[in-house]
Structure formats: structure tokens, C-alpha cells
């Protein structure tokens, strides 16, 4: 989730969804053989919001992963490598994964056009992704299943974001003349913080070969069942747009739940802009945003199937072997801290090797270059 940052953008200014689709279409037969082959790749030009290290050194990537319903898919996403010459056994890897944008295809941080409101902020953690090139680190960047290619983004969905996220290494790696080595950090923020867990917790049996040396996850995403209990207490708009998606992401993980069908009419109604419009859309007045989250739910019916559908997607009952870093702003009002620290306290008890800082004053979108300094410690300890 990116929270309040991206409500304020405009959808208009977003990329078409025509622009470039001959890169983002994929064949009707994918090549290759597994997930985290590459389909295709190309040189990002110069301005576009993607390009950090310049030099031709940035590249558009079209690879396989394994979809949310287990189909081979194809996702876009983008690799910056350091200037120089690769250390001996390549580049170490960060794997980034982002914050919510929302459903759509235009919504997708690589298709985002340069100059524009919404080119700018996506690139709110390009200051943080700089250290980390200059720190002599590659970083790959995933668009998540089904933003930017075919097929609905299946929202706060952890296998489907946590293959997106690795797989996205694998494809890099096969650009030989780019140098990536094996080994990897996994880092998100928000909806990305809670793919950087899944991911560590899938690493060790999806993607075997490589060599995750830690996960850092800014704000991550967690207890989604334990709020979606609160919803129909609440009589604020402000949390309704987010709550569309992720019901749109349990329903594209497990569509024989019907989730349309707990909706009020007004809700169901504005439902289909889900996959359509990005989330500074959905919170307009004459969408989500003009809904109370009370009257997003009906009355009627048991919604016990759709609670435990989105505490099946909880990052805290992972296991995870690596050591997690978790980074908290304590005046984050879209991931809330006490349910930060219940995840923290959960993965203590596993015996999990967990740690976590917590940020005064600091707000759920700026958590990730407040924390900047301290996560890229941690890496630097973990990469060596």
C-alpha cells in the first residue's frame, strides 16, 4: 500500500495504455522454458522515469513467472546496473519491490511517462535506489504479475507478488553482458514490503540458485483481515479506495468467492474500475472515494469467507530463514504500527532472525528515506 502519496495524483496524466504495448504484449507462446526466463528485453531511453544509472546501463525486461492461478504469465519490470566493471562473480542484486499504484495495466511503474505528476512520484524511492548502485549493487525492479502485461494484478496477493519479485532477478541474470551475480537482498516498501516477505519465505524452494542474504520490508502490508474487520466501523472515505483493490485482489486469487456479491450496490456498481483506473482514480469523489468504508460491505450477508481469504494472504505465519529488517514510521496512518509490531512479535516467537526501527514522526511515505540510512547498513553488512 503507498497510501496518501499516489491519492493525489492524476490518472490523466499516466501513460496511455497503447504507448509501447508492442513491448508489454507478450506471444502467444511464451519462449523459454521456466519461470524467470527472459521473453524480451530493451534499453530504456533516456528521461524515462526507470532510468537511474544512465549509460545504456537500464533495461526493460519482459520474463515468465508462475501466475496467481499457477499458468505460466509473463511480467514486465526493469534492471539498473553500477557504473564500472562488475566485481569477480558479478554484481550483487536488490530485488525492489513497490508500493501500491493500483490494478490497471497503466498503473505499472515502467510504463509511467517522464515529466509527468505521476512519473515523479513513482520515483520516490529513486534517491534510496541511487545508494544502492553507488554502493556497487544491481537493482531490479518488478511490475507484479498483471500490471503492464494481460491479466488483472492480483493485488496483496503474497505468492503471486513474492515469484514476481524473484523471478525478475532470474531474468536479469540471463542479460550476461550486465553481470549479475547471485547474490540478493529483497527490499519493498508498503505493498512491496509485504511481497519482499513473501519472497524471502518462497526464495529457498522457487528460486534455489540464489543467494538471499536478507530481506528489508519499509512499512510492510500485514493483519489485512484483522482492519478489514474495522471497515464497518468506519464512516471515513479515506481507506475506501484501498479497500476496493484489495477485494479486487482476493477475487482474482479465488473468483468462486463471488466477492462482488458482499458488496452494497453503490460498491459493486464502481466495482469494474478496479482494473481499470489507477488508485488516485478510485479515490475521487465520483468513485470509491465518494463511499464510506461502512457502506462498502452489505449488512446481510457473513463476510467470514472474505476475511479469512485475505488472512490467508498474511505475511506473518511465513517462514522465512534469512534475516528481516522492518522499518516503521510511527506516524504511519495506512499501515498502522501496532500491527507492525504484532508481526514482529510473531516471527520473534518462530525464532525468525527479525529486527525493527521505528521512525517518530515519520509518515507512511516517508518511511523509506527516513530509514534509508539504516536499511542500506544492513545491506551493506548482509552484501558484504
Excluded at 513513482?122 to 511490475?143: E, F, H, N, S
Excluded at 507478488?161 to 523471478?167: A, F, N, Q, V
Excluded at 511481497?195 to 493483519?223: D, K, M, N
Amino acid at each position: 500500500m503507498r497510501g496518501p502519496l499516489l491519492v493525489a495524483l492524476a490518472t490523466s496524466l499516466l501513460l496511455p495504455a497503447s504507448a509501447s504495448a508492442g513491448f508489454y504484449d507478450p506471444p502467444a507462446k511464451l519462449p523459454g522454458r521456466t519461470h524467470g526466463d527472459l521473453i524480451r528485453s530493451k534499453a530504456i531511453k533516456a528521461g524515462a522515469p526507470s532510468v537511474l544509472s544512465g549509460r545504456g546501463r537500464d533495461r526493460l525486461l519482459l520474463y515468465r513467472s508462475a501466475g496467481v492461478a499457477g499458468r505460466t504469465v509473463a511480467v514486465s519490470g526493469t534492471v539498473s546496473v553500477p557504473k564500472g566493471r562488475a566485481p569477480k562473480g558479478g554484481w550483487p542484486v536488490v530485488t525492489w519491490a513497490h508500493g501500491t499504484t493500483g490494478l490497471a495495466d497503466r498503473c505499472a511503474p515502467s510504463r509511467a511517462r517522464a515529466g509527468t505528476e505521476f512519473g515523479r512520484a513513482i520515483r520516490y524511492a529513486d534517491p534510496v535506489i541511487k545508494q544502492w548502485l553507488k554502493a556497487g549493487w544491481a537493482v531490479v525492479r518488478t511490475d507484479y504479475e498483471g500490471l503492464g502485461t494481460p491479466g488483472v494484478h492480483p493485488y496483496l496477493i503474497g505468492t503471486s507478488e513474492g515469484r514476481s519479485t524473484l523471478d525478475a532477478v532470474r531474468a536479469a541474470r540471463e542479460l550476461e553482458r550486465l553481470h549479475l551475480g547471485r547474490r540478493v537482498i529483497i527490499a519493498g516498501h508498503s505493498q512491496g514490503g509485504h511481497a519482499a516477505l513473501w519472497a524471502a519465505s518462497l526464495a529457498p524452494s522457487y528460486t534455489p540458485e540464489l543467494r538471499v542474504r536478507g530481506t528489508v520490508a519499509f512499512a510492510p502490508a500485514s493483519h489485512i483481515a484483522e482492519q478489514g474487520e474495522l471497515i464497518p466501523q468506519l464512516t471515513t472515505t479515506a481507506f475506501s479506495a484501498l479497500t476496493s483493490d484489495i477485494l479486487r485482489g482476493i477475487d482474482v486469487a479465488e473468483p468462486s468467492l463471488g466477492v462482488a456479491n458482499y458488496l452494497t450496490p453503490r460498491a459493486a456498481a464502481l466495482f469494474p474500475q478496479t482494473s481499470k483506473v489507477c488508485l488516485d482514480g478510485l479515490a475521487a469523489a465520483d468513485s470509491f472515494g465518494g463511499v464510506p468504508a461502512n457502506e462498502l460491505f452489505r449488512t446481510d450477508v457473513d463476510r467470514t469467507p472474505v476475511l479469512q481469504a485475505l488472512a490467508r494472504q498474511d505475511p506473518e505465519d511465513l517462514a522465512i530463514p534469512t534475516p528481516v529488517r522492518i522499518e516503521q514510521g510511527e506516524a504511519d496512518t495506512t499501515v498502522l504500527p501496532p500491527f507492525t509490531d504484532q508481526l514482529v512479535a510473531a516471527y520473534q516467537g518462530r525464532g525468525i532472525d527479525v529486527s525493527i526501527t521505528k521512525y517518530p514522526g515519520v509518515s507512511h511515505g516517508d518511511v523509506v528515506s527516513a530509514a534509508s540510512g539504516d536499511a542500506l547498513a544492513f545491506m551493506k553488512e548482509r552484501l558484504g
